[in-house]
């Protein structure tokens, strides 16, 4: 009977193995060896386990360097599927990716002021629609990742998220017994952030700060190239931090908050008082601000100048706090690039220090409004690549 530490030094070699093939292949068996230290034998013997358990096939023959020609070794990324979920104030987004992150199928729909019933009807339906579309594989569907704008716990329960209006909703319980896969819930900025580091604009970077601004607005931080997310998993709640000591009450309780001031909420606040409503010939959103000021809309311009002005005094604080390489702008609102730039950027050179300005970037997300979701889903798959340990670790 192998022993726990035996079992953990396997499991952590053919972890070793796995990331090598999925990183390098393809790849030979020599060349595994030669990349981990590992001897031959034991990469012999932990690629024909990966070979059985699907994970990874063989090619045909690679260049020879001498001798007979290596067979060649391949991660199966369709081996298992993932689903990831981005629950938005007034959309919903779902995708589904193979063990690599690509996307392979996509659903969204927008809403405003549905109930938490209702936005639960609309996340079965889309995930029961995501499922119909993946295609056979070995593993199936591995797990569902939800992002949530709001705090989560350990244990996947949401305590409060004030936008949405929910609070203490055991989501992760609830997906559970309807799927029968491993759930995972996760702060919608910290989801984010995870997904610009692995597949978006913070690759290169070791300490990176994601600014999610959509209605609300949330913070994902990666510190030393790992998710930082406090001691009980609660940080990164910035969009409530207080810019404005007097300023008007916020759905968090507290006054003068940072998402009041910069956020697509506050956005359509302003612009409904600019007189906008009359021009666009209905509600003012998001898309009809970005479709005017694409006409060169003055009045609908300045909504979004107003808007960077405003983001750079929180991220302004950020960067006092963090001193971190890379800020990202993520979600939405980062759609108004064109218009947020200059008023950010002027801003932090006036208010930033001049020492924390080295060595820094403030980029705007490479996914759009995918950040979150791809997060969940590298979250999922990290998960099922874990199991086996995780499994025998419960049993001992």
Known sequence: MKTWNQHVVKQENKTLVLNTIKQLSPISRAEIANLTGLNKGTVSSLVSELLEEKLIYESGPGESSGGRRPVMLLFNQVA?????????????LGIVTDLQGNILHEKTISYKDLSY???MTHLYDIIDQLIELTPESPYGIVGIGVGVPGTVSKAGKVLLAPNLKWRNIDLKSVLQEK??????????????????KLFGAGKEAKNLVYVSVGIGIGVGLILNNQLYRGNNG??????HMTINIAGEKCSCGNKGCWELYASEQALLKTANTAGLVATTGGEVTLDSLLTLAESGDHIAIQQFEHIGENLAVGINNIINIFNPQQIIIGNRMASAKRWLTEPLEKRMQARTLWFQQRDLEINFSELSTHSAALGVTAFVAENFFNSDLQKFSQAL
């Open 80 to 92: 298992g599927f993932s689903i990831g979920i981005d629950i938005g104030v007034n959309y919903l």
């Open 117 to 119: 019933e209702k936005i």
């Open 179 to 196: 799927y029968n896969v491993p759930i995972i819930i996760e702060n919608e900025a910290n989801a984010g952030a995870y997904g610009e």
């Open 234 to 239: 609660f940080s990164g709640e910035l969009g």
